[in-house]
């Protein structure tokens, strides 16, 4: 499943949200590809405008706490499968 939190993140200026997958990396670039994402993944997670996040979380995208995303990559095996760097 696809899952996205609140836009907290702060870069240029502008707020970013954190858009997942609790299954693969997989289904996590297909999603983005659905949505017409094709820049700003970031080792295992894609970076959402604040001003797109209503348009993903309509799409069917599930939000969650910001706490969750960590949790839920954990569980997943993709925070510790994807290499830093």
């Known amino acids: ?3 996205i939190d609140r836009p907290i993140f702060y870069r240029d200026g502008r707020r970013f949200a ?3 997958s609790d299954v693969s990396l997989e289904e996590l670039h297909q999603g983005a ?3 017409g994402l094709d820049r700003s993944f970031h080792r295992d997670h894609y970076d959402i405008p604040e001003d797109y996040v209503s348009a993903v979380i309509e799409s069917g995208v599930h ?3 910001p706490r969750d995303i960590v949790r839920a ?3 997943a095996g ?3 499968a ?3 760097g």
Do not use: N, T
């Open 33 to 35: 590809r659905r949505l």
């Open 63 to 65: 939000q969650v706490d």
């Open 18 to 20: 954190h858009l997942i």
């Open 78 to 80: 993709l925070r510790s």
């Open 73 to 75: 990559l954990r569980r």
């Open 1 to 3: 499943m696809l899952l």
């Open 82 to 84: 994807v290499p830093r």
